[in-house]
């Protein structure tokens, strides 16, 4: 297939001389076109039918290179050579700095291997673009992917960050390169604080592909933290040697959150927000062990609403929700942080009072408890009155596991609603004979 030479002169003569030194007959490359004017070349560059520009100096002289220019923007991916005479040589070196490979001299066409240079010249700048265009489609496919993807050279400098690494990072592209990978990518422990040693840093030290370790925050550039997840892999010469790495990461901070919500609705009852039963097991099962250890003494009181049914049937659930999600904000003012207020269900509650809790002191929660749930509920203009029934177990002499301090507790609690109700009752053994 045959090459198309543009030779953009007002001379139709260099059309004819060059012909001559790229002459069908001889070589089978090349087809030269002449455009008198510049108007004329532009016109069969638009046509898509040439594979290399040879303009003349002279017309470029008076425009200050604007010819140059305006061919360069129509179409950068041709190569664009200058063609002057020996005293215009110096105008010929300019045009390089306006998108001109190079220039050639008239009175040199003879000494040269015309042809074959050409020929160079239009390969090289085939694989320019072929290679340009692959360059764009990586980046295009890069910054259509939903991961962050940050390049480094062997010497820790940064190389490439797609679209999502600039958002995460708050480093523009040119503002990053060439930059070091310490100042772009600022990586801290969630717990600590301590900075934490880049992933694509280890890549070059250990030549291997190496993960974030976990709890690691990314410090954006404007102050903004998130967690990420990533993988960091070294980037090989046809050598094999190491000559940079890659990294690619992602924002993990709402997964993080929705495991921490779900984990939450889990161990929590939906409408008090108070730890369920098995959040308190939990708890109560830890502290159990760590009284063994320490010889300590927890408390367990379980707590059932007198009058919470009739309050329920009259004015219906949506009242008898509000009343408790109001007696559970009660309970929690009336216990120490360290202790532990949850709701089984309905209308039963239990309370864990650990820390080397005493039976005194259970009496002045207990009856602190009492005071706190009798008094008036003003809920949807109403004033409602419930009391509680509370039985107590405590550890080590009620029982020596969560499932046997809960029962008693709860057959204590029955015991101090039959007594009466608005009161509380330890647990004894014979409550047990009775049941």
């Excluded at 220019?69 to 300019?94: G, I, K, V, W």
């Excluded at 679209?163 to 070091?180: F, I, K, Q, S």
């Excluded at 980037?235 to 190491?242: F, H, I, P, S």
């Excluded at 760590?290 to 927890?298: D, E, F, P, S, V």
Aim: glycine content about 6%; hydrophobic content about 45%.
């Amino acid at each position: 297939m045959s090459k198309t030479i543009l030779l953009i002169t007002d001379d139709s003569a260099e059309a004819k001389l060059l012909q001559q030194f790229v002459d069908p007959a001889k070589d089978e490359h090349f087809d030269v076109k002449w455009a008198g004017r510049l108007s004329d070349g532009i016109d069969y560059v638009r046509s898509g039918k040439v594979d290399v520009i040879l303009i003349d100096t002279f017309i470029a002289e008076g425009s200050g290179m604007e010819s140059f220019d305006r061919l360069y923007r129509l179409a950068p991916y041709l190569p664009m050579l200058a063609f002057c005479s020996t005293e215009n040589e110096e105008l010929a070196r300019q045009a390089i700095h306006h998108g001109a490979k190079g220039y050639l001299v008239r009175h040199h066409l003879g000494s040269i291997k015309l042809p074959q240079m050409l020929l160079a010249i239009i390969e090289r700048a085939t694989m320019e673009e072929a290679l340009f265009i692959e360059q764009e489609r990586s980046a295009v496919t890069l910054n259509s992917i939903s991961d962050a993807v940050l390049n480094i050279d062997i010497n820790g400098k940064v190389t490439y960050l797609n679209a999502v690494a600039e958002y995460m990072t708050g480093w523009a592209g040119r503002d990053a390169l060439g930059r070091p990978i310490t100042e772009v990518l600022q990586l801290i422990d969630a717990a600590t604080r301590v900075p934490v040693l880049s992933p694509l840093e280890q890549v070059l030290k250990q030549d291997r592909v190496v993960g974030l370790s976990a709890n690691c925050l990314l410090l954006r550039r404007d102050g903004h933290e998130c967690a990420i997840e990533d993988v960091a892999v070294p980037v090989r010469d046809r050598r094999g040697n190491v000559s940079g790495a890659v990294m690619v990461f992602h924002d993990i901070s709402q997964a993080q959150a929705m495991t921490k919500k779900m984990s939450h609705l889990a161990q929590h009852d939906f409408l008090t927000d108070l730890p369920n039963r098995i959040l308190l097991v939990d708890r109560l099962n830890h502290a159990i062990a760590l009284a063994q250890r320490h010889h300590g003494k927890i408390a367990v009181l379980f707590l059932d609403l007198d009058g919470f049914k009739h309050v329920n049937d009259t004015f219906g659930h949506m009242l008898g929700d509000q009343l408790l999600q109001s007696v559970a904000r009660r309970l929690t003012a009336c216990v120490r942080n360290s202790d532990t207020v949850s709701r089984q269900g309905g209308d039963e509650f239990v309370i864990m009072l650990a820390d080397d809790v005493h039976e005194q002191d259970v009496i002045l929660i207990a009856e602190k408890i009492l005071a706190a749930l009798a008094a008036p509920y003003n809920i949807e203009n109403l004033e409602l009155q419930v009391s509680a029934s509370i039985g107590i177990a405590l550890y080590p002499t009620d029982g020596q596991c969560s499932e046997t301090l809960i029962k008693h507790a709860d057959t204590a609690m029955y015991h101090a609603k039959s007594s009466g109700r608005n009161c509380f009752q330890f647990f004894k053994d014979e409550m047990n004979l009775r049941a």
